[in-house]
C-alpha cells in the first residue's frame, strides 16, 4: 500500500511542482503590479510638487495614465509566456506563429500601427492632455481620456467622440495659456461708428470692473476697427484677452449687455431689409406699383 502511494504522488509530484511555479509566476506578477503603481504614484508626486501650474497637471495625470496601461500589457505579457511555459506548453511554437501572423496582419494593421506611434508623439510633445479642449478631425470638445489608441472627446451636447490617432494631422488647443474672445457686431449704415466704438468700450470697462468677470479678462477691450461692409450692417471687431476656456462666457456676456447699451443709447441693431423696385423705362418713367389687399 506504501508503495502504491509513493507511486501515486511520484506521478503527481511534475504536475503539482508546475502549479506552484505557475501560483509563483502569479504571485510575482501581482507583486511587480503592486510595485509599477507604486512607483507610478510616486511619479506622479514627485512630479505634482514641481508643476508650476494646472496646465502641467494634467499632463502629468495623462501620462500617469499611458505608464499604467504600459506597466499592465508588459507584465500581463511576460506572466502569461512564463505560465505557458510552466505547465508544459512550448511557446515558441507560438512565438512563431504569432510572427508569421503578425507578418501577415502587419499589412492590414496598418493604421493601428500609426494609431499606437501617433499617440506616443502626441504625448511626447505635450499637444493634448486631459481635460483640455481641443479640435481635431473635424470633432471638438473636453479631452476625457488619452491612450496609444485614440482620444476621447466629449462636445458640449454631451455626445462622446473617439478619434484614432492615426487620424490626427493637426490640433487646435484651446487650453493653453490665454484665449482671444472675438466678437463681431453689426450696426446700421446710418449710425456713427465711433459712438458704437465708445458704447463698446463702455461696455468692456464695465465688465473688466464686476467682480464676475474680472478675473477672467485679463485685458483692456482692443477695437480692432470696421471689420466689412455686409449687405444691410456695417461689422465692427474687437477681442478681449482672456484666461483658456472663458472666451465663450465673456463672449457671450459682452453680446448681451451690450444690445442692452445700444438700445440705451439708440443705436440701431440691423436686420435684413427688402426694397421692392418696380423698374423705369427708357424715358425715366416708373410703372403704377400696384398693390391690392383681400380680405375675407
Same mark, same amino acid.
Given at each position: 500500500m506504501d508503495g502504491i502511494d509513493y507511486a501515486y504522488l511520484r506521478d503527481w509530484?511534475?504536475? $503539482?511542482? %508546475?502549479?506552484? =511555479?505557475?501560483? $509563483?509566476?502569479?504571485? +510575482? /506578477?501581482?507583486a511587480l503590479f503592486a510595485f509599477a503603481r507604486r512607483l507610478v504614484r510616486l511619479f506622479r508626486d514627485?512630479?505634482?510638487?514641481?508643476?508650476?501650474? *494646472?496646465?502641467?497637471? !494634467?499632463? +502629468?495625470?495623462?501620462?500617469? &495614465?499611458?505608464?499604467?496601461?504600459? /506597466? *499592465?500589457?508588459?507584465?500581463?505579457?511576460?506572466?502569461?509566456?512564463?505560465?505557458? %511555459?510552466?505547465?508544459?506548453?512550448?511557446i515558441a511554437p507560438i512565438l512563431g506563429a504569432a510572427g508569421v501572423v503578425g507578418l501577415a496582419v502587419g499589412f492590414a494593421a496598418q493604421s493601428l500601427i500609426k494609431d499606437y506611434f501617433t499617440g506616443?508623439?502626441?504625448?511626447?510633445? @505635450?499637444?493634448? &492632455?486631459?481635460?483640455?479642449?481641443?479640435? /481635431?478631425?473635424?470633432k471638438a470638445g473636453l479631452v476625457e481620456e488619452v491612450t496609444l489608441r485614440y482620444l476621447r472627446l466629449r462636445d458640449f451636447e454631451g455626445n462622446v467622440h473617439?478619434?484614432? @490617432?492615426?487620424?490626427?494631422t493637426t490640433v487646435t488647443n484651446m487650453s493653453r495659456g490665454f484665449a482671444q474672445a472675438? +466678437?463681431?457686431v453689426g450696426i446700421a449704415y446710418r449710425e @456713427?461708428?465711433?459712438?458704437?466704438?465708445? /458704447?463698446? &468700450?463702455?461696455?468692456?470697462s464695465a465688465m473688466r470692473a464686476c467682480p464676475q468677470f474680472a478675473d477672467k479678462i485679463l485685458d483692456d477691450l482692443e477695437i480692432v476697427g470696421v471689420e466689412r461692409w455686409a449687405d444691410s450692417a456695417?461689422?465692427? &471687431?474687437? !477681442?478681449?484677452?482672456? =484666461?483658456?476656456?472663458e472666451q465663450w462666457s465673456v463672449r457671450r456676456e459682452f453680446l448681451r449687455r451690450l444690445k442692452t447699451e445700444f438700445e440705451a443709447r439708440g443705436i440701431e441693431i440691423p436686420y435684413p431689409h427688402l426694397t421692392v423696385y418696380a423698374g423705369i423705362d427708357k424715358q425715366g418713367f416708373a410703372p403704377p406699383f400696384r398693390v391690392e389687399q383681400q380680405t375675407r
Open positions: 509530484l511534475p504536475l $503539482l511542482s %508546475s502549479l506552484l =511555479r505557475v501560483g $509563483l509566476i502569479l504571485l +510575482i /506578477a501581482w514627485f512630479m505634482g510638487r514641481r508643476a508650476v501650474d *494646472a496646465e502641467d497637471k !494634467r499632463r +502629468i495625470e495623462t501620462l500617469v &495614465r499611458v505608464f499604467h496601461y504600459i /506597466a *499592465a500589457v508588459i507584465i500581463s505579457l511576460v506572466a502569461g509566456m512564463l505560465a505557458l %511555459s510552466e505547465l508544459g506548453i512550448s506616443f508623439v502626441l504625448l511626447l510633445e @505635450n499637444q493634448i &492632455r486631459q481635460g483640455d479642449v481641443v479640435e /481635431a478631425c473635424g473617439y478619434v484614432p @490617432n492615426g487620424l490626427i472675438l +466678437i463681431e @456713427n461708428v465711433d459712438e458704437a466704438f465708445e /458704447a463698446m &468700450r463702455a461696455v468692456g456695417v461689422v465692427l &471687431r474687437c !477681442r478681449f484677452k482672456v =484666461r483658456a476656456l
